[in-house]
């Protein structure tokens, strides 16, 4: 209905236009509108529009970004004379980056005109005070956001790519709203996170197609992480990471048949008992992290979780959230017996946080482009996957996630750094 509605007051012609042709063919920087919850030092608003603002490392080269903030809307912006760390740098950065500061989404996207005045948007609903609910999640206004962005869409008759930073929501059904309106708009989005991308020890990529057996991750922390967000800040790393290597399993992504959270005593009571298959790939994961000469702390008994995944093509996974654990992935392959391993690493890069070089460096290359390096199905995947898991903490009960029956293709290439 949105769809229809949309093409019968503008026009088909309007939905999924021609995307940034005088970027393309004159080589002008991108106009990018940003959208931000928060923005203060080493928030995700930080580090990544100071990248796309000064240059930043791509396959371990600096280069010059190709995009240009020109505007940003800043949900919450505290006294930037406060002190602290969560000072407010926006109107700092928006002085030395030349770029206007606007008090509503639909003024950034029309740079204070009457129009739609921008090539993209990028829409990072990260960090900022903002409560919780009751099983962890914190409550960022990213579906808020992308309605504005799309009542300026809806004005113009037109769309730009959209850039969203981690999941798209921490509601499923808000999450789920979103993919089908940016899909009956065919609005290009690509969304998710920075971990995935970085460095691998070692450049593990597995194949399209591959036969997969089982498959473990590793992440961290079960409790308290920066930020005050706990373990949903980092689950989805983990989900992410771990979603990126086994869609790339035969016969494709089928999506989740189920999941469940474990939490202290009763994860090594699985892992010793209807678990056991994980237990070799676990050590299999964080050997391959020790072997960076990174220092792994020892798993404790108290104050961890597992989530255990199971898929709808008979498919098991399993991924440890020990405290302060590292991101790691380990798979059994069909007719293999080691277990191949990797480490998710921004050791022996020298940038602060370069794993957001990485990103900021697939943000622009789908900026220019209008092309997304990444399924939006995976984040949607992941998106319901880690609500359920947090629902399944909760409840201390499996859940069976009849709506996470999603299929797609891993794309052909797998991008990430290569130290080598």
């Known amino acids: 209905m949105l769809r229809r509605n949309f093409i019968q007051t503008f026009g088909a012609a309007t939905v999924g236009a021609t995307l940034l042709p005088a970027a393309t063919r004159t080589g002008k920087k ?37 995009c240009k903030i020109v505007s940003m809307f800043v949900a919450q912006q505290p006294d930037p004379n406060g002190g602290g760390a969560r000072s407010d740098l926006s109107r700092a950065s928006a002085e030395k980056y030349d770029f206007k500061l606007y008090s509503t ?49 809806r004005e113009a008759g037109a769309v730009r790519p959209v ?79 771990f979603q990126t290597m086994v869609e790339r399993r035969r016969p494709g992504e089928t999506g989740l048949r189920s999941v469940q959270t474990l939490n202290d ?60 654990g590292p991101t790691c992935f380990a798979a059994k392959l069909a007719g293999q017996d080691a277990p191949v391993a990797t480490f998710f690493t921004n050791h022996r890069i020298e940038s602060k946080y370069p794993h957001f070089d990485a990103l900021t460096h697939q943000i622009e290359e ?16 992941v998106s319901g996957a880690l609500e359920a898991l947090l629902r399944s903490r909760k409840s201390e009960q499996r859940i069976l996630t009849p709506e996470l029956a999603i299929q797609y ?4 290439k797998d991008y990430f750094v290569r130290l080598n």
């Open 265 to 324: 005593d009763a994860v090594w009571n699985w892992a010793e008992g209807d678990g056991a298959w994980s237990k070799p790939l676990l050590s299999a994961a964080l050997d391959a992290a020790r072997a960076s000469e990174r220092t792994v702390p020892q798993l404790r008994r108290s104050r961890a979780a597992v989530f255990i995944l199971e898929y709808r093509d008979g498919f098991k996974g399993a991924i440890y959230m020990p405290t302060r």
């Open 30 to 66: 991108v106009r990018v509108a940003a959208v931000v919850t928060a923005y203060y030092r080493d928030s995700h608003a930080d580090v990544i529009v100071s990248r796309m603002a000064g240059g930043y490392f791509a396959d371990l080269k600096l280069v010059e970004p190709h």
């Open 163 to 241: 850039f969203f930073d981690k999941h798209l929501s921490y509601s499923w059904e808000q999450a789920k709203a979103m993919y089908d309106s940016a899909r009956q708009l065919r609005i290009p989005i690509m969304a998710g996170s920075s971990i995935y991308v970085s460095a691998r020890i070692p450049a593990l990529s597995l194949p399209l197609d591959t036969a997969l057996e089982y498959a473990v991750g590793t992440g961290r922390p079960a409790g308290e992480g920066w930020g005050g967000t706990g373990l949903e800040t980092y689950a989805f790393h983990a989900l992410e990471a």
């Open 105 to 153: 989404i639909a003024g950034a996207l029309k740079q204070g005109g009457k129009s739609l005045d921008v090539d993209a948007v990028l829409l990072i609903g990260e960090h900022g005070e903002y409560p919780s609910n009751d099983i962890g999640q914190r409550l960022y206004p990213r579906f808020e956001f992308f309605q504005a962005v799309l009542a300026v869409f």
């Open 409 to 412: 293709r891993a794309p052909a």
């Open 366 to 381: 789908f900026f220019v482009s209008g092309v997304s390096p990444r399924p939006l199905e995976r984040n949607l995947l």
